[in-house]
């Protein structure tokens, strides 16, 4: 994570945290344009299945975020989902979406 700006590197940690509290395939973290965070994981259940990147996404929105700078996912995946990229492109049209493995190592950024 050394590589990253501090206020992305905190997403990655942020991800981290909730993946391990949670025990998810996947966390994830955004911050908007007012620097507040959200963070979330993989949501699976029987009525609802959002990726942790969207399930982040929406807490923003439904908080009142009009737009984000950054987010970060913990994965182990060898790529993001589409969809949740989308998701992201759908606040910020160039803000980095950082692929990150559970120790916290970048792997990609989008």
């Known amino acids: 994570m050394s590589d990253l700006d501090p206020e992305d590197a905190k997403l990655v940690t942020l ?9 998810a395939a996947e966390g994830a973290a955004v911050r908007d344009l007012d620097g507040r965070t959200y963070n979330a994981s993989t949501v699976a259940l029987p009525s609802l299945k959002l990726t942790a990147l969207q399930a982040a996404v929406a807490a923003a929105v439904s908080s009142g975020a009009e737009g984000l ?3 970060a996912v913990v994965t182990d995946a060898d790529g993001l989902d589409e969809a949740s990229v989308r998701a992201v492109r759908d606040l910020t049209a160039n803000g980095p ?14």
Not at 16 to 23: D, F
Not at 97 to 110: H, P, T
């Open 15 to 23: 991800a981290r945290a909730v993946r391990a509290r949670n025990g």
């Open 97 to 110: 979406v950082i692929r990150a493995n559970g120790a916290g190592e970048v792997a990609g950024v989008v």
């Open 69 to 71: 700078e950054a987010a």
